[in-house]
């Protein structure tokens, strides 16, 4: 049976998501009211504005029964905005910024700097193959090409929570050297969530695996 992935449609780069997700092999649905909810088997928030997508949830009234279904266990894949909107806690956020929750990160929303500051870079991440002919990156991941865009960063992580992938230690082009190091990608049981854009680079490979997740 092909799995539904609902990609919540309220704000963010919705298309650029239904098409990693369709060429991963996912049946796509935008989601707009909770009945569309309820009839996903997974759901991607996407990267947009994080503090608008949260005042749309409610009102839309999609707020509270998100929060119900990752409580079920859900699977939901947050890429910026959406990892911003996932984290049980922010820094940086404005005074009256809530999240939905669920995963146990601490995130710095803005972390890498205003829109000019935007850059892209090759990252090792774990749980994914390398492409055909492509290059492994550390412990034999694979390597994603990501790109960030006024993107958080996460400063701590749970007990629970296993970190994907990394800046690397080492000063590259373009890259802030405060950036080295940090984590950009955790998963948490069902939720996955990077800082930067897979959406945008036409790499399916991690949408991919948020639909192995969602299969369960």
């Not at 034999?140 to 960063?153: K, S």
Request: hydrophobic residues 45%; proline residues 5%.
């Amino acid at each position: 049976m092909t799995t539904t992935i609902g990609v919540l449609a309220l704000q963010g780069d919705v298309r650029e998501h239904r098409a990693a997700l369709e060429a991963a092999g996912a049946r796509t649905v935008g989601v707009r009211r909770p009945e569309e909810l309820a009839a996903v088997d997974g759901l991607v928030l996407p990267g947009g504005e994080s503090t608008t997508i949260e005042k749309l949830l409610r009102i839309f009234e999609l707020d509270e029964p998100l929060r119900a279904r990752i409580a079920e266990g859900l699977p939901v894949y947050g890429s910026c905005a959406g990892m911003i909107l996932l984290a049980d806690r922010i820094l940086g956020g404005t005074a009256d910024q809530r999240t939905i929750g669920g995963l146990d990160v601490t995130v710095r929303r803005n972390a890498f700097g205003r829109q000019v500051d935007s850059f892209e870079t090759d990252l090792a991440f774990a749980g994914i193959a390398p492409q055909d002919g492509g290059r492994a990156g550390a412990e034999g991941a694979g390597t994603v090409h990501a790109v960030f865009i006024r993107a958080p960063w996460v400063e701590e992580v749970g007990p629970g929570v296993d970190v994907l992938a990394r800046i690397p230690d080492h000063e590259a082009p373009g890259i802030p050297a405060a950036a080295a190091g940090r984590i950009v990608a955790v998963q948490q049981g069902s939720l996955l969530a990077t800082s930067f854009h897979p959406e945008i680079s036409g790499d399916a490979r991690v949408h991919e695996l948020f639909v192995r997740i969602s299969k369960g």
